[in-house]
C-alpha cells in the first residue's frame, strides 16, 4: 500500500496521483487500442470469410492499423487532460495530436481509395477503348500513390 503522503507530493505542479492517472490513462489508450486492432481483423475476417471477394477483406486490412492508433492518440488527449501544464504548452500538445489525428484520418482514407482503385476502377478500366485506357494508364500512378 502506497502512504497517502507520497501520492500528495507535487513535482512541476502536478502530484504523484495525477501522474500515475496520466500514465494509467495513456498505458489504457494503447491497450484498447490494441484491442480494438485485433477485434477489426478478428471479426472483420470472420464476417467477410462468408463472401467470395477480397474487396471487403482488403477494406478491414485498410482501415485497422490508423483506427488503432486514432483510438491510442484519443486517449492520449484525454489523458493528458489530468495534468496541470501550462496552457501555452497544452495548446501545442492538442495542436499536435490533431494533426496526428488528421494524418491518421488521411492514411485511413488513401488505404479505403486504394482499395477502391484496385478492386473497383482498375478492373473496369481493362475493359474501356484503348484510348481511354492511355488516359487510365497515365492517371493510375498519380492517383494510386
Avoid at 500500500?1 to 496520466?22: H, R
Avoid at 495530436?97 to 494524418?103: C, E, G, K, P, T
Amino acid at each position: 500500500m502506497i502512504p497517502l503522503e507520497i501520492l500528495e507530493t507535487t513535482f512541476f505542479g502536478n502530484t504523484v496521483a495525477q501522474i500515475i492517472q496520466c500514465i494509467l490513462g495513456v498505458v489504457i489508450s494503447a491497450i484498447v487500442g490494441r484491442l480494438v486492432f485485433l477485434s477489426i481483423s478478428r471479426y472483420s475476417r470472420v464476417v467477410t470469410g462468408r463472401t467470395k471477394t477480397e474487396f471487403d477483406d482488403k477494406l478491414m486490412e485498410a482501415i485497422a492499423r490508423p483506427v488503432m492508433w486514432i483510438v491510442f492518440f484519443i486517449g492520449l488527449f484525454f489523458s493528458l487532460q489530468i495534468l496541470t501544464i501550462p496552457e501555452w504548452i497544452i495548446s501545442h500538445l492538442n495542436t499536435g495530436i490533431i494533426v496526428i489525428l488528421i494524418a491518421l484520418a488521411s492514411w485511413a482514407v488513401a488505404g479505403v481509395f486504394d482499395v477502391v482503385l484496385n478492386f473497383l476502377i482498375f478492373p473496369v478500366a481493362e475493359k474501356i477503348s484503348p484510348e481511354e485506357a492511355k488516359f487510365y494508364a497515365k492517371l493510375s500512378p498519380t492517383i494510386g500513390k
